[in-house]
């Protein structure tokens, strides 16, 4: 592993439908600069527009230095090793070239992208609230629903990087309609705008012309709103009901709950505990612990930055 020092940084680059974020990081996985702007929605819908977005953070962030790898999480899907992008939530990208246009700005520099829950589920194995287990599932709620997967210690990203996706295993076969194509998917009733959305046709709405996001709506679990509470035991309920269906299946340790939403703490993981306990009771199942991914908001650019950082443990052998 290399360490570099003060004046030596990986670059983290975290990809996402509503915001960009991007960091310098150190080889012990510490964050020492950071930034982030909104995906506006003008560069949304247009793929130049949008890299030019990406291009003026990562310039901000790397001032006055050049990184020694660069690390990136963004949606799926994509085509993986070569880092075509094609995030469900940035319809501007469909197999946008992303790895190709940074090896292009950093030339002679190691370019890896994986999907954005993958970076977040290795940041929490390597240095959050998975540190140590043997099996662990990452999960990202936040404009979509993603997962990554730690399996004996090692990351497995599946023949095209998109393993561990949890977001779109059914949890309701009568359920909404999801942007895969499918119906019932967890992202179909878990992400943060169906919960907004759902509560605004429950007849919710913010008070004092608040913009009627999901802040604004944990806002109002809070302060005891019952439709905004029930917007969140919808959502984790179902996350309880995927988690136990992927803790029979591959007898993990720990799921880590991170992205936007896990925000709600107990008014999202706690429905998800309980519809857990409820569903699961093989015991090599039932001692799965379900917490809140524990690096908050870096938990994507530490994990990125892993890719390149400490490589040789978190990017499987031969996807180069």
């Not at 429950?202 to 913009?211: F, K, S």
Request: charged fraction near 20%; aromatic fraction near 6%; include cysteine.
């Amino acid at each position: 592993m290399v360490t570099p020092s003060d004046a030596e940084f990986f670059l983290a680059i975290d990809v996402g439908g509503t915001k960009l974020a991007a960091a310098r990081v150190d080889g012990d996985g510490v964050v020492h600069r950071r930034g982030q702007v909104p995906t506006a929605p003008s560069a949304a819908g247009h793929g130049d527009e949008l890299w030019r977005t990406l291009l003026a953070l990562v310039d901000d962030v790397c001032a006055g230095g050049t990184p020694l790898g660069v690390g990136v999480g963004c949606g799926g899907p994509m085509r993986w090793p070569v880092g075509a992008v094609s995030p469900l939530n940035l319809p501007a990208w469909r197999d946008y070239p992303l790895r190709d246009r940074l090896c292009a700005r950093f030339p002679n520099r190691e370019v890896r992208v994986a999907n954005d829950a993958i970076a977040m589920t290795i940041g929490e194995h390597w240095r959050g609230a998975g540190r140590g287990a043997a099996g662990l599932l990452g999960i990202v709620v936040s404009t979509g629903v993603g997962g990554g997967l730690v399996l004996d210690g090692r990351v497995v990203a599946g023949v095209t990087g998109n393993a561990g996706h949890i977001g779109h295993v059914v949890v309701d076969p009568d359920g909404p309609a999801c942007g895969c194509g499918g119906r019932g998917c967890l992202e179909a009733i878990a992400r943060g705008p169906v919960l907004v959305q759902w509560a605004i046709d429950q007849g919710w709405r913010p008070a004092d012309g608040a913009l009627a996001d999901g802040r604004t709506l944990l806002a109002g679990a809070r302060a005891g709103d019952p439709v905004c509470a029930a917007a969140f035991e919808r959502a984790g309920t179902a996350l309880g009901i995927a988690i136990g269906s992927a803790a029979h299946l591959l007898e993990l340790d720990v799921v880590a709950v991170g992205g936007g939403l896990s925000a709600a703490g107990e008014f999202l993981l706690g429905p998800a505990r309980a519809a857990f306990a409820e569903h699961v009771r093989m015991s090599f199942a039932a001692g799965c612990r379900i917490v809140e991914a524990g690096l908050g908001v870096d938990a994507g650019l530490i994990g990125a930055a892993a890719f390149v950082a400490v490589g040789d443990r978190y990017w499987p052998a031969g996807a180069d």
